[in-house]
């Protein structure tokens, strides 16, 4: 079971895709040590003067991933992303989940150097939707992507850890400086330890 902060859904608006991630994880077998950081909000942004990421999820020996959740029918058109629930066009998932990333990364590495060399990266979440492309694209991976028929398999678990293990393997092939095959994996010691610098008592 995961270790989720707060260990209870406490924003009453909470969409139903990021409940049902919340409660998939904090029930999942095989997730002893993970960490997640449910609806973590940015006074640092990127682009905005302030903003928020669905959850942050630490899995011990693997990396840091930074998770949008979407769970309405969506398309992109002429670059703009829209939603069948009619919410306001936006940048997309993809964008919001790297720029959340990026944000906090920063600091982060400021705050504690063991911090620095971690593997962090950005993935989408579709409970119940099938995303499909109909044609190819070069904005994001599609290993990126969680959609309703990895979300709903018994291997949950391991979706994450395979997103995870194909991004150090993308991170390794294009000789980022900063990537090491060991120090960029938290041991469950760090990975606490990142959840307190991020969410603190």
Do not use: C
């Not at 707060?6 to 999942?28: C, D, F, H, W």
């Not at 694209?137 to 391991?158: A, I, M």
């Not at 150090?168 to 469950?188: A, C, E, F, M």
Request: proline share 5%; charged share 25%; net charge positive.
């Amino acid at each position: 079971m995961t270790k989720m902060i707060p260990s209870t859904i406490v924003k009453t608006k909470t969409p139903s895709g990021e409940r049902n991630l919340y409660k998939k994880l904090q029930m999942a077998k095989g997730t002893e040590g993970w960490i997640a950081l449910h609806s973590f909000d940015l006074v640092r942004h990127e682009t905005k003067a302030e903003s928020e990421i669905d959850m942050i999820l630490i899995i011990p020996d693997a990396g840091v991933l930074f998770i949008e959740v979407k769970d309405v029918g969506m398309s992109r058109k002429g670059g703009t992303w829209h939603y069948a629930d009619n919410r306001r066009p936006d940048a997309g998932p993809f964008v919001q989940a790297r720029e959340a990333m990026h944000s906090i990364r920063e600091d982060l590495s400021k705050l504690n150097p063991e911090f620095a060399k971690l593997l962090y990266f950005s993935a989408v979440v579709t409970p119940s939707i099938d995303f499909r492309l109909t044609t190819q694209t070069f904005e994001w991976h599609d290993w990126q992507v969680l959609d309703k028929v990895k979300f709903n398999s018994v291997d949950f678990p391991l979706s994450f850890r395979s997103l995870l293990e194909k991004a150090h393997q993308h991170i390794s092939s294009v000789g980022k400086k900063w990537y090491d095959r060991t120090l960029s994996r938290p041991n469950q010691m760090l990975a606490e330890k990142l959840a307190e610098a991020l969410r603190p008592n």
